[in-house]
């Protein structure tokens, strides 16, 4: 079974959104890098008139408005545009060439540490972390149970979770210094997000640059409208920026990351604000967004910087900028130096500006950017940015978080060691 490709559809559901893939891949394309994507598309707006766009690897795109109830709805649309194929060539003859189901699930605990099988008694521990990550994974117990639905409980489904990667951080990288009764009753903590995002980069550069798991210590930067930041020794994630929620770390779109904690009694009295309105600020008018007043899209701050030479625009880019800088330093500090940084995200990969303000003036830590060459990493290409004599390499990687999560699919369907 090991050289037949299986057809792996991986979802990745929001609150209103359901996001897919078929992915074609087998443990000799994993190997060899030779898993195929055959179709992917979103569902936006579910529980109202949603938007939906289709896309095969091979055709047109498909852009159609119809109202959804629910992302069960969605999904027996999703399958019937597959199999069906609405006016284009269906990509499925049947439902059952669809032979295994992967679930992005953004919080797996303490106890969900690898990618598993779902059961019964996976998705009860799924629910026990609800609280933990109450806008996500809710979500995707719904896509779960969407799947079940329409193909039943024998057909393999496989939940691959984002923090499951950090689940080897030491303590006293995980830990808070807060009182040690906290976490025991209620296992207050630091877990980390993004992970399959650092999991595939870092995989993906040892494979670029020819190095084993062993002898890598890198430097990962997921940054996007989300961002985070990581430290991998070995293949292992020993640190990283998001903490017990998403909040923690570098500055995003909307969100703060690391604030002062007395901030929230400051402000609660001063401006009268509930524990949930606080939670608001700081997770949805903060960040990129709240600093510029503008917008939390780093092209457009950019642009209103150049052109119109807008403060608070530039302010909120600086203030991005130098919370990355703070991190690779603390995190060459902790490793004593590294192999390579890595570059991922939509900004990550996009913006050769950021990247070169994020590495500017860091030549006494080993790090020197290549103008030339990183100007040429955007729109999807990877490669060595650094310039030739950069002890650390920086490299450009588009992330893949659907083909890793394809691919721990089929390794867990097929009991494959990972």
Known sequence: MGDRALNVLVLNCGSSSLKFQVIDTSPDAIEQDKDVRRARGTIERIGSEALLTFERA?????????????HRAALERVLRWLVEGDGDAPLLGELKEIEAVGHRVVHGGEKLVRSVRIDDGVIDAIEQTV????????ANLRGIQAARAAFGRELPQVAVF?????????????????????????RVRRY??????HRYVAYRWRKLAGRSKEETKLITLHLGNGCSACAIVAGRSID????????EGLVMGSRSGDIDPGLIQFLSH???LSPDELDGMLNKQSGLLGVSGLTHDMRDLLAEAKEHGDRRAQLAVDLFVARVRKYVGAYLA???GAEAIVFTGGIGENSAEIRARICANLDALGIALDPAKNAQAVDGREGDVAAEGSRVRLWVIPTNEELLIARDTVRVALGIEH
């Open 58 to 70: 091979d055709g047109p795109v498909r852009r159609l408005a119809e109202p959804l109830r629910d």
């Open 131 to 138: 609280e933990l990550a109450p806008l996500h994974n809710p």
């Open 162 to 186: 984002d923090t499951a990667f950090h689940a080897t951080m030491p303590e006293s990288a995980y830990l808070y210094a807060v009182p040690y009764s906290y976490y025991v009753r209620h």
């Open 192 to 197: 980390g997000f993004h992970g399959t995002s």
């Open 240 to 247: 990283t920026s998001m903490g017990m929620t998403p909040l």
């Open 270 to 272: 001063k401006e009268g």
């Open 334 to 336: 902790e490793m004593n």
